[in-house]
């Protein structure tokens, strides 16, 4: 763009002031683009002269509004960011956004809201980026930022450089000045840090299932400890995982909806379990070194770890009816594999090699109408098939029983009217996806003169003058089952070590050992 063209956009720097909307008190910086040019601009001051000069001259595009020192600039960057301002909201009012100073550069979903901050939470503070892990329209991560200390906001009639329009007043500072910021959302800067999401990889940490029987809610420190290791701070390369993970009190107690005290309580039974070796704490800061998956394994004394799931750090709060999902995927990939291995033996009994094995109808497969599993109807909770049809899935009953529950609670884990309701005393399952689950029905073939009686016996139901089996209900689950190395050797000395241990019961028996 010439200059003159960007004279023509900046008419409204004039040769005296720079805006008439900005206030003349506030610190501001020329800048050209998004950026400050000049070296050390944070150490120097700037007369409204001088940078009239730099716009006159075309070495500026516009002028920054320098941070910190009492101003607080949240930038919202893209709709995503939006919900993610929510989110971390929870029940605090966002009408204060809407209220206090703001411009945007036009662009829909974008915009920036100026805050006061008294000096006495000056310290609270630092510049802060979350990233939403949603792709804009531009290509370009959107995130939700504080801005504070070292850095300005580009501020309007400025130029934009990428869509070469001027920045534009959603709330001048004249008619709306800066509101003080609400103490919720210092607390989000103060205690939100980097680590908590991080742009190149997404807030996953792996979750052992059978090891929540066990541990209970002590697993939530563990994992916390595992996804905030130490070595994910270190640039480059994938955290390789150092056994000492370090996260902020007050943040975990906000991931998982419970009180600080309990996070301290947990931490403690912990370690008197094992399944962390230490934790030191340090103001609202705790370091815990915990130990690793074949040391859990041999406390627990489990001989199959089952299923391992890659789950999100917001899940960690409906733990139990989170392991009661992936138990439940486990088992449908499971009878998959052991009804392809059946298949197979029979094929290799009979010795023939020209035989395929069957093509087993998967949950996300049942809407076809194609053998084996020919679909003679749906309804919202029932897939009418034929006989014959082939299918995996995992009943209530297996489920509870791999996760030593009841049946009926089982059943309430994958019930939406359960699962997306408010419990009465925390609102902890309300951000949990709805489940699609359907009931499989197969019709059998039966004489028309067989005993109703004898077939009610067999559980199956008479509907429409015919009857039907039913089957093990199919849930359609998305998480991302993942494996873990484990060490049998050192889970085998474990063992024996433990078991050790529970036989010496006297001083008579440690000398004869």
């Known amino acids: 763009m010439t200059l003159q063209s960007k004279l023509h956009y900046l008419d409204r720097f004039n040769q005296d002031c720079i805006s008439p909307e900005i206030p003349y008190t506030w610190p ?303 088992l449908q990939r499971a009878s998959f594999h052991r009804q392809r291995q059946e298949e197979m033996r029979q094929i290799k009994a009979e010795g023939s090699d020209l035989q395929q094995p069957t093509q087993l109808i998967g949950p996300t497969a049942l809407h076809t109408c194609e053998k084996p599993a020919r679909v003679l109807g749906k309804s919202d909770r029932f897939i009418y098939v034929e006989p014959g049809f082939r299918f995996y899935g995992g009943s209530i009953e297996a489920i509870a029983q791999l996760r030593g529950l009841s049946p009926a609670t089982v059943s309430r884990h994958l019930s939406n009217s359960y699962r997306l309701v408010a419990s009465p005393v925390r609102v902890f399952r309300e951000e949990l996806p709805p489940l699609v689950k359907k009931q499989v029905m197969e019709r059998l073939p039966l004489p028309k003169n067989i005993p109703a009686k004898l077939c009610r016996e067999e559980g199956l139901i008479s509907m429409l003058g015919e009857w039907w089996k039913p089957h093990c209900n199919i849930y359609v689950l998305n998480h991302r089952l993942v494996s873990a190395r484990r060490r049998r050797s050192r889970i085998q000395t474990a063992i024996d070590k433990r078991a050790l241990c529970v036989k010496i019961e006297s001083p008579r028996d440690l000398e004869k050992t």
């Open 28 to 330: 501001l910086v020329p800048v050209c683009g998004k950026r400050a040019y000049e070296e050390k601009w944070t150490q120097k001051s700037y007369s409204h002269p001088e940078i009239l000069a730099e716009l006159q001259t075309g070495r500026a595009t516009g002028v920054g509004l320098k941070l910190g020192n009492g101003l607080l600039a949240i930038d919202i960057d893209g709709e995503s960011a939006t919900e993610m301002l929510a989110k971390l909201a929870g029940s605090n009012s966002l009408a204060i956004f809407s209220e206090t100073t703001a411009w945007s550069s036009g662009r829909a979903g974008r915009k920036q809201c100026l805050f006061s901050v008294p000096e006495a939470s000056w310290h609270r503070l630092h510049n802060l980026s979350i990233p939403t892990g949603i792709i804009g329209d531009d290509g370009k991560k959107e995130r939700l930022e504080f801005h504070w200390r070292g850095r300005q906001s580009v501020l309007p009639p400025s130029l934009h450089p990428e869509t070469n329009k001027p920045y534009i007043w959603l709330n001048n500072p004249v008619n709306n000045p800066p509101l003080p910021a609400p103490e919720w959302l210092i607390e989000v800067c103060e205690n939100w840090h980097s680590e908590y999401v991080n742009s190149e990889e997404p807030d996953l940490v792996r979750f052992p299932v059978r090891l929540l029987k066990h541990f209970g809610h002590q697993m939530w420190i563990w994992l916390l400890a595992r996804r905030f290791d130490l070595s994910r701070r270190s640039p480059g390369g994938k955290p390789k995982g150092c056994g000492k993970g370090q996260f902020n009190i007050t943040a975990a107690a906000r991931i998982l909806n419970r009180s600080a005290g309990h996070i301290r309580k947990l931490l403690c039974a912990a370690k008197n379990s094992g399944l962390i070796r230490d934790y030191l704490q340090r103001g609202n800061w705790v370091t815990v070194y915990y130990t690793s998956l074949e040391r859990a394994i041999a406390i627990a004394g489990i001989d199959k770890l089952g299923p391992i799931a890659a789950i999100k750090i917001d899940e960690l709060s409906c733990l139990n009816i989170i392991a009661t999902e992936i138990e439940a995927q486990y």
